[in-house]
């Protein structure tokens, strides 16, 4: 399972119905190897820090599958800074553990899709990242570092069986297993900001 690219963002500029809006979403300064900090990867920026950026969600990394499948689409799609080979949704779990270079990351939450997307790369792109669950996974710097294109990623440890597509789908659809809603939050290493939107979620579906 190697890096099959690193990448930083600038904001840019996008209009929606004659309103402009900035977005950093597109990740395009390629580089070979960085430069990882607690807070992310050297020199990457995001516009809204309420939902992208900080400890919990350091970096994005996304799955070169979604690109193999997709040629016809921009591979900016996802959005990430890491893109990786073999790893997906389906097979990264909340809490794992890896090594990447002298990196130390762990797993904290899937990206929540927003309407960005659809301005940014039209409703079809949108459509297969929600109906897929590609939205790729945020992680937290557990030891900063330099990585490089190439790298393996060794996953270390796994701590639980949630799956990033697993916790994508129960902020759509709440788990009708008690012993899962606990699993969910009772993870010392899932993001604050997920918890915080399933509590909500989970709310809506007890009023």
């Known amino acids: 399972m190697k890096i099959r690219s690193i990448a930083t963002g600038k904001a840019k500029q996008y209009l929606k119905k004659h309103e402009e809006f900035e977005s950093a979403y597109k990740k395009d300064n390629f580089v070979d190897s960085i430069k990882v900090y607690k807070m992310g990867l ?5 516009v809204d820090k309420r939902f992208h950026g900080g400890g919990d969600k350091a970096i994005h990394i996304g799955s070169g599958v979604h690109l193999d499948e997709n040629p016809s689409f921009d591979k900016l799609f996802i959005g990430c800074n890491i893109v990786v080979e073999e790893l997906t949704e389906d097979t990264v779990c909340v809490g794992d553990i890896y090594k990447v270079g002298e990196v130390i990351l762990e797993v904290t939450q899937p990206r929540q899709p927003c309407w960005k997307i659809g301005i940014i ?22 030891k900063e570092g330099t990585i490089k294109v190439n790298d393996e990623m060794i996953l270390e440890k796994r701590v639980s069986n949630l799956t990033i597509k697993d916790l994508s789908n129960y902020l759509k659809h709440v788990p009708d ?6 699993d ?5 290493s899932l993001a604050k900001s997920y918890k915080k939107d399933f509590l909500k979620r989970l709310g ?4």
Do not use: H, M
């Open 42 to 46: 050297s020199g990457d920026f995001q």
């Open 121 to 142: 790369f039209g409703k079809d792109i949108n459509r297969y990242i929600v109906k897929n669950s590609a939205t790729g996974w945020y992680v937290r710097v557990l």
């Open 177 to 182: 297993d008690r012993s899962i809603i606990e």
């Open 184 to 188: 969910i939050l009772n993870l010392d």
């Open 204 to 207: 809506k579906n007890n009023s």
